[in-house]
């Protein structure tokens, strides 16, 4: 493609979406067209994301109204949405609706988690409020880039920084039956499923930019606690997400944990090997799994959250011991745990290279 796809952000002055505008702003294939915030329209993005000023220039924040004018007249576009959960559903199907009165074609990718789930009621049941636009869940895809080589819908929803790290290191384990019962679980009543017992270490920035109690940084700094104990609402999404990469519908018991710092993500995922295994031939394993993936490497070492944070590299390790496995995946929670993770799909949706505007290392030393 010689012409640059008009990009549009909607989500305002989130975190999620100021990397969006990071990326899109470095992407050699996309152009920004438009930063959407109904709140803020007219003021300046740069005023929002500082660290973007200087290449933001007088680029200024768009109404709804107004990104509804461009997706009605731009022949093909990239959306990214990164608009809170339970308001991203509608907006999305407005836009949709737009773009199909005026024949033209948007791609759309979703970062919040309204349409990670095949069902109203499947999102329902986590959200606890009504899916915002329930009959346009048919035309997304929720997945991990790694785990699906393509789609069959126009538009995908990205998962969630936590599943994007469980998943990777969960579902190898799963897919080649290292873990005890992987088989069982690909089919009904083929026996007891395997339970994957998952401890996650999020960043600051996974709380979003509204300041609340017990996610604001300043309580977290210099402190490490769990919360929502087994019954985290990502939960439901990995299961599903691991059973469609996989095959197998495994259990998993996760326990987050709010970290001291402001970005990235550490998890590691243990389980009952099904049969006595050592840490080099299950590293041979996550290597050969990972082979076509060029944003996952798998370490010999630890993996750690430094070396991946503003990236979207995702680092893996492991160790067994003849009867258990553990699996350490490191991911940047906004990065390709979010936006990241966008572009990489957006580059899919429009053919280009998968690498394309997200090849810049980590920046160290953070």
């Known amino acids: 493609m010689d012409a640059r796809i008009p ?10 979406a100021g990397e969006v505008v990071r990326l899109v702003l470095g ?3 996309l152009q920004l067209a438009g930063v959407m915030s109904d709140s803020q329209p007219g003021e300046p993005v740069g005023k929002s ?3 973007l000023a200087a290449v933001l220039g007088d680029t200024r924040f768009l109404s709804q109204a107004e990104i509804e004018q461009q997706i009605s007249t731009l022949p093909r576009s990239a959306v990214f949405s990164a608009a809170p959960h339970g308001v991203s559903a509608a907006l999305i199907d407005a836009l949709l609706k737009k773009a199909e009165a005026k024949g033209t074609k948007p791609r759309v990718v979703d970062i919040s988690a309204d349409y990670r789930y095949s069902t109203a009621e499947a999102y329902a049941a986590v959200y606890k409020h009504e899916h915002g636009a329930p009959a346009r869940l048919k035309d997304f895809t929720c997945a991990v880039p790694e785990h699906l080589e393509a789609v069959n819908t126009p538009h995908v929803a990205h998962p969630g920084c936590f599943a994007t790290a469980t998943l990777l290191a969960s579902v190898p384990l799963l897919a080649t039956g290292l873990a005890a019962g992987a088989q069982a679980g690909k089919s009904a009543g083929g026996g007891a499923a395997p339970t994957l017992f998952v401890s996650g270490v999020t960043g600051s920035t996974g709380s979003g930019r509204k300041p609340v109690e017990g996610t604001h940084h300043p309580t ?6 769990s919360y929502n104990a087994l019954v985290h609402r990502h939960i439901p999404e990995i299961r599903a997400c691991a059973q469609a990469a996989s095959g197998v519908d495994a259990d998993f018991a996760f326990v987050p944990h709010s970290g001291p710092f402001a970005r990235g993500i550490h998890v590691t995922v243990q389980a009952q090997l099904a049969a006595p295994t050592d840490t080099a031939t299950v590293l041979a394993k996550l290597r050969e799994f990972y082979a076509g993936a060029p944003f996952v490497r798998v370490l010999d070492s630890a993996p750690r959250v430094k070396d991946i944070v503003a990236s979207n590299y995702a680092h893996l390790s492991a160790a067994a011991n003849g009867r258990t496995v553990a699996v350490m995946c490191v991911v940047d929670n906004l990065n390709k745990g979010a936006a990241g993770g966008a572009v990489q799909w957006m580059n899919r949706l429009f053919g280009l290279p998968e690498t394309a505007g997200l090849t810049a290392p980590a920046a160290g030393w953070t």
């Open 7 to 16: 990009t549009l952000v909607l989500g305002g002055t989130g975190y999620v």
């Open 27 to 29: 992407h050699p294939n």
């Open 49 to 51: 994301f500082p660290h």
């Open 220 to 225: 977290r700094h210099s402190d490490l606690y």
